[in-house]
């Protein structure tokens, strides 16, 4: 597949807020000006409008494990800063395969994510409402009652949804959400759905077990950071993942994370 380019924007008379771009050539130097809303507008949505960012990035494509990190900015034009460190996420016991919603800057050799690879996906995401076992009065929380499922069954119309074993039966193929541990904390990621290529589905933001070695395509934390996570993402973020070597593609779109 071949590699995606960002179209730029005209420049404009009216523009005033503008940054530097330098490239060298035999010894001279030369400077184009490029406007800073012009390089937040050629991003990929939704991360061209976020002010708050979760940063997962892999060495490689075949990693389980990730850096994680929060960066949050005063508008889209405006330079990401780091909101904290960088920790430690567990991801797809598969490593990670590039969502069908952006398959399109895909390299070749690299994977795209069908259901059941155990690969987390790659790209840019919403995060979604918080969830956990527990009652909370925090406004959009949506806990985790007997007999709610996440459908990860193509051949349902509820495929990619919560919803509950009362609604759609118990043929359908579904994670029993309340019986799984990890779950007792977590956020839902708002991935697209494509019942037609079995693009991926039931992608979470939750709990790192004791003892695993890889996610079934989400991302883990341990209980702690989680809830710091979910603190931060209360008032919208997005997530994005990506491996290293794909950083390069979203020039001026991402901020540099920490060593």
Same mark, same amino acid.
């Given at each position: 597949?071949?590699? $995606?380019?960002f *179209?730029r924007?005209?420049?404009?008379s009216?523009?005033k807020?503008?940054?530097?771009?330098?490239?060298?050539?035999?010894?001279?130097l030369?400077c184009?000006l490029?406007?800073?809303?012009?390089i937040?507008?050629?991003?990929?949505?939704?991360?061209?409008?976020?002010r708050k960012?979760?940063?997962?990035? %892999?060495?490689?494509? =075949?990693?389980?494990?990730?850096s994680?990190? $929060?960066f949050?900015?005063? #508008?889209? #034009?405006?330079?990401?800063?780091?909101?904290?460190?960088p920790? %430690?996420?567990?991801i797809?016991?598969?490593g990670?395969?590039?969502? =069908?919603?952006?398959r399109?800057f895909a390299?070749?050799?690299?994977?795209?994510?069908?259901?059941?690879?155990k $690969?987390v996906?790659?790209g840019?995401?919403?995060?979604?409402?918080?969830f956990?076992?527990?009652?909370?009065e925090?406004?959009?929380?949506?806990?985790?009652e007997?007999?709610?499922?996440?459908v990860?069954?193509?051949?349902?119309?509820?495929?990619?949804?919560?919803?509950?074993r009362?609604?759609?039966?118990?043929?359908? $193929?579904?994670?029993n959400?309340?019986?799984?541990?990890?779950?007792?904390?977590?956020?839902?990621?708002?991935?697209?759905t494509?019942r037609?290529a079995?693009?991926g #589905?039931?992608?979470?933001? =939750?709990?790192w077990?004791?003892?695993?070695?890889?996610t079934n395509?989400c991302v883990?934390?341990?209980? *702690?950071?989680?809830? #710091?996570?979910q603190?931060?993402?209360d008032?919208?973020?997005?997530?994005?993942?990506l491996?290293?070597?794909?950083?390069?593609?979203f020039?001026g779109?991402?901020?540099? *994370?920490?060593?």
């Amino acid at each position: 597949m071949t590699r $995606r380019s960002f *179209p730029r924007k005209r420049e404009s008379s009216r523009t005033k807020n503008w940054a530097p771009l330098f490239a060298g050539t035999s010894g001279i130097l030369f400077c184009l000006l490029i406007p800073d809303y012009a390089i937040a507008q050629t991003c990929p949505a939704p991360l061209k409008d976020a002010r708050k960012l979760v940063l997962v990035t %892999t060495d490689t494509m =075949h990693a389980t494990t990730a850096s994680l990190q $929060r960066f949050t900015r005063a #508008s889209p #034009s405006a330079k990401w800063t780091a909101e904290s460190g960088p920790v %430690t996420a567990l991801i797809g016991l598969r490593g990670v395969g590039w969502a =069908h919603a952006f398959r399109a800057f895909a390299q070749p050799g690299e994977p795209v994510k069908v259901d059941g690879d155990k $690969r987390v996906p790659a790209g840019f995401f919403k995060i979604g409402r918080r969830f956990g076992f527990s009652p909370s009065e925090r406004p959009g929380y949506l806990r985790i009652e007997e007999g709610m499922t996440c459908v990860d069954d193509p051949n349902s119309p509820a495929y990619n949804t919560i919803t509950s074993r009362a609604n759609v039966g118990w043929q359908v $193929r579904g994670e029993n959400m309340w019986r799984v541990p990890v779950y007792r904390r977590g956020l839902l990621v708002e991935y697209p759905t494509n019942r037609a290529a079995r693009a991926g #589905s039931c992608i979470f933001m =939750h709990v790192w077990r004791p003892g695993a070695n890889g996610t079934n395509g989400c991302v883990a934390l341990p209980e *702690p950071q989680l809830a #710091s996570l979910q603190d931060f993402a209360d008032s919208g973020a997005v997530l994005a993942v990506l491996p290293g070597q794909a950083l390069d593609r979203f020039k001026g779109c991402l901020p540099a *994370p920490s060593p």
